[in-house]
């Protein structure tokens, strides 16, 4: 999982010629496998097609900047952590853990609606 800190971030070499495709692909795969998200769920969560996720993940399609963002929310990661060579992960608490994990479970009307009433106790 993302949050325990053993996310392991793909490195590219210095002045090497890597595709998006040959980076983004796997690196989203990757941070699925830390934090258990099937295609299926990511796909959920994101209204990004399955079919269109396998191919990106395949290296077969470069996603959008919108497509990459919708993704790194739902992963609960920012772009800049997304395309980051060190990946330090804050430290948090088991409270705020189980917070990141609930949300990570909820469909994006459900998130919606979660921000609604968290927006109430600003």
């Known amino acids: ?69 919708k993704i790194c929310s739902a992963l609960n990661i920012s772009l800049a952590q997304f395309f980051a060579k060190d990946e330090n992960p804050p430290d948090l608490t088991a409270e705020q853990k189980e917070i990141i994990e609930t949300w990570n479970g909820l469909n994006p009307e459900e998130r919606e609606r979660l921000m609604k009433i968290i927006r109430t106790f600003q």
């Open 1 to 69: 999982m993302y949050l325990s800190g053993e996310l392991e971030n793909p490195t590219i070499p210095e002045n090497s010629q890597v595709s998006a495709a040959d980076y983004i692909g796997p690196r989203i795969k990757e941070l699925c496998d830390k934090q258990q998200i099937t295609k299926y769920r990511l796909s959920q969560m994101t209204g990004v097609t399955q079919t269109v996720l396998s191919r990106i993940m395949k290296g077969e399609n470069v996603p959008t900047i919108q497509t990459i963002e």
